[in-house]
């Protein structure tokens, strides 16, 4: 019979994995007696796993939720899963980074040196794009309420402040509440919003979480609605990208750069570049106007044949007349050094 200590984990382990176990099973698996199982059961008790016996002709056991977190077991998989979690976690910009690096530490500290050898060699490092101001940062008080709305399907009020309130420090009247339908709490460019029903405005929303400032209680349960397309993450793409309800550009274009496609595709993550020879590359791209796809084209030091369509060509036109306005207008003269 193996020494208690790993007696009770292999019985743990057993009960992560099935929902009911009959106590005769546990026992044939564990190699050990009806009796002993329901000793064991008793030692796990104590320990504050929440195990509960099953009624019926052969009687069993289930390993339940409780109201205090016991020691958890973890196999090397989801120990691994678990530490990759944890390092994503501390640039999630939820106000959760300290502690998600404190339980990265605890977590790393009880592990077997073969998973603490695998986890220091899967260093993971999330950059951001960088920003003009910092990014706000939401509290986990604020993630955890709406998180607990959209799962409830529950109706709800919070007071929200607008980016032009965000920016001006006056005193002006608050707004009256905002009452939506909460669908789904997304990221989106580091920062987290909840993607909403607004009932007042009987339209789909996109409200930045570091704005919400959730009031309680929440209101009556409700049916969700299907976001537009279907899928949420398309819904916020398209919005950001200024297309409506789809994950589409509103304007692509193609050009051919006489630039290499290596040195194009470096700077295109959401393009297709198409290598044309040594230094010539096809490019499509999409943005939310023409004419700032014409700018975002404009941008590589190089010659452009603009493909199509006639409204890409026309951004290019308008871009050159204001372009070269400016230039008359506020211009360095001939022969000034441009800093940079």
């Known amino acids: 019979m193996p020494k208690t200590s790993a007696r009770l984990l292999a019985l743990l382990s057993l009960l992560q994995v099935r929902r009911d176990w009959p106590g005769a099973l546990l026992a044939e698996r564990l190699g050990i007696s009806p009796r002993t199982v329901r000793r064991d059961v008793d030692r796990l008790r104590e320990l504050g796993y929440p195990i509960v016996a099953i009624k019926g002709p052969d009687g069993g056991y289930r390993l339940d939720a409780g109201t205090e977190l016991p020691p958890l077991l973890f196999d090397d998989e989801q120990a691994v899963a678990l530490a990759v979690a944890l390092q994503l976690a501390t640039t999630a910009g939820a106000g959760i980074e300290e502690a998600a690096a404190r339980a990265l530490n605890t977590v790393r500290q009880v592990m077997p040196a073969r998973l603490r050898h695998r986890i220091d060699t899967l260093q993971i490092t999330a950059v951001q794009r960088p920003a003009i101001r910092p990014t706000p940062q939401v509290g986990s008080s604020v993630l955890t309420a709406l998180s607990a709305a959209v799962h409830a399907r529950e109706v709800l009020r919070f007071d929200y402040t607008p980016a032009s309130a965000a920016r001006a420090d006056d005193n002006r009247t608050q707004a009256p509440p905002r009452r939506v339908q909460p669908h789904h709490l997304v990221t989106w460019g580091g920062r987290w919003y909840l993607v909403a029903w607004d009932l007042d405005r009987e339209d789909w929303r996109t409200f930045r979480a570091d704005r919400i400032s959730p009031r309680t209680p929440t209101g009556p349960r409700f049916t969700p609605r299907e976001p537009p397309g279907g899928e949420v993450a398309a819904f ?59 700018a975002a084209v404009g941008r590589f030091d190089a010659d452009i044949e603009v493909v199509g369509p006639a409204e890409l060509k026309a951004a290019f036109a308008h871009l050159a007349r204001r372009y070269a306005k400016a230039a008359d207008d506020s211009g360095p003269v001939d022969g000034a050094k441009i800093e940079r």
């Open 236 to 294: 916020v793409a398209g919005r950001f990208r200024g297309a409506g309800g789809s994950g589409d550009w509103p304007c692509v274009g193609e050009v051919i750069l006489d630039l290499p496609a290596a040195a194009v595709s470096r700077y295109t993550p959401d393009g297709a570049v198409e290598e044309l020879g040594p230094n010539r590359c096809r490019l499509v791209l999409g943005s939310w106007s023409w004419a700032g796809l014409a």
